[in-house]
């Protein structure tokens, strides 16, 4: 597939109007129409463009010829535009994050799928940055030893809620909770971290004493069948100076991981995997090499390990070898977008160019996230854990 691809824009809030910048600014890629419900909208984007506004995304459908459909709808809308795109004949759907909020949904967008045989990804975008690639490499590759216990907390100021859609906030986080907002990202990541390791079971709990029309926070503990246990938590009430922060850290019996994602008041953004003590001089260069080629820049080092606080000391006194990143860690919402384009147009599920993403994130994916939020739902408002089949 050599020419451009087609592409229409179903939904333009704060992230489909950033779809329809990334496209435009492809060379292999065209948008010839955008649908929202509000005409102004619509036609200031289609504008931007130079393609065709409509406020109806079934005529939308009708009247153009697309390869592709970027569906950015809130949290609870997916489902209909989404199966309309594939039903009309639309062979690639770019879905944002999270595939659905409800099984039913999730369900019915894959059976869309299978049954035209298209294709659609989902935009889990922080599968892109470079630091995510290198924590699913360490992962994969051992280099902390067996991975037995995980942490990953991602909060939102409270402005996110109440304030970032203006006067459709309040009805826009009602329709969606920190569980499909915040830990869709989450989850999907930890499954590919720890592929093909999977969640087996779910105990959670939440509160809604501050908002009262979405749930304040969930907060869960999950376990994968390999008996890797994650503690996982967002919030939407924090009164912080940042928008968001994300912190995740992984424990294994021969090396920890820590990821400052997007920092807290008054820590640095960065990344340190402080490895096994097996990997010698030779095999750290090696990794720090594949990593660099991959876009992480990280630094490689043996540390001298010497805990202590203020007078206390353990006396660890251990030489370990090291990577680390120090700088920003995050990845722009269509980050993953140019290597969805690249595997579309190669008509494969991976991108050639980013051989450490693996497998990009398609409807099965968006599936089992689904299924493991909706778990962690459940098993909040049933003070039960929710075992996953």
């Known amino acids: 597939m050599s020419e451009k691809l087609r592409c229409g824009v179903i939904g333009l809030g704060i ?19 955008v649908a929202d419900v509000r005409a102004e909208v619509a036609q200031a984007s289609a504008a931007q463009a130079q393609a065709k506004p409509y406020t109806d995304y079934h005529e939308m459908l009708r009247q153009e010829r697309l390869d592709l459909v970027v569906v950015a709808t809130p949290d609870p809308l997916h489902r209909e535009p989404t199966v309309a795109a594939l039903e009309a004949g639309v062979p690639n759907v770019l879905l ?13 967008i894959c059976n869309a799928v299978e049954r ?3 294709r659609l990804f989902v935009n889990f975008a922080n599968r892109a940055a470079p630091m995510d690639m290198a924590t699913r490499y360490c992962i994969q590759r051992g280099l902390l030893g067996p991975v037995v216990y995980g942490e990953a907390r991602v909060d939102d100021n409270i402005s996110v809620p109440t304030r970032m859609w203006g006067a459709r906030s309040r009805e826009w986080a009602a329709g969606s909770s920190t569980a499909h907002f915040l830990l869709s990202h989450v989850v999907d990541l930890l499954r590919w971290y720890f592929s093909p390791a999977e969640v087996q079971e779910v105990y959670a709990i ?8 979405t749930p304040d926070l969930y907060d869960a503990y999950l376990t994968f069948d390999t008996g890797l246990k994650v503690r996982i938590k967002a919030e939407w009430t924090k009164h912080i100076d940042e928008l968001v ?16 994602k997007l920092p807290a008041f008054g820590v640095q953004a960065g990344w340190r995997a402080n490895l096994s003590p097996k990997v010698g001089m030779a095999e750290l260069l090696a990794h720090q090499e594949a990593l660099v080629k991959a876009g992480a820049s990280v630094a490689a080092m043996f540390m001298w390990s010497q805990p202590s606080t203020g007078e206390l000391a353990a006396g660890e ?12 860690c995050a990845a722009s919402p269509t980050a993953l977008v140019g290597y969805i384009i690249e595997a579309i147009k190669a008509a494969s599920t991976v991108a050639a160019s980013a051989p450490l993403l ?32």
């Not at 659905?100 to 369900?107: G, I, Q, R, S, V």
């Not at 939440?206 to 029309?213: T, V």
């Open 358 to 389: 693996g497998p990009l994130p398609t409807h099965l994916d968006g599936w089992r996230q689904t299924q493991v939020v909706s778990a962690i739902v459940r098993s909040a408002e049933s003070g039960r854990p929710v075992t996953l089949g």
């Open 15 to 33: 992230l489909g109007s950033k779809h329809v910048q990334c496209l435009c600014a492809r060379p292999d890629t065209e948008v010839v129409a």
């Open 96 to 108: 944002e994050k999270p595939l659905a909020t409800t099984l039913e949904d999730a369900e019915a």
């Open 116 to 118: 035209r045989g298209a």
């Open 317 to 328: 006194g251990q030489l370990r070898p090291c990577l680390e990143y120090r700088g920003p």
């Open 206 to 213: 939440s509160q809604k004493e501050i908002l009262g029309y």
């Open 245 to 260: 922060e994300f912190y995740l850290c992984f424990s294994g019996a021969e090396g920890t991981l820590i990821y400052n």
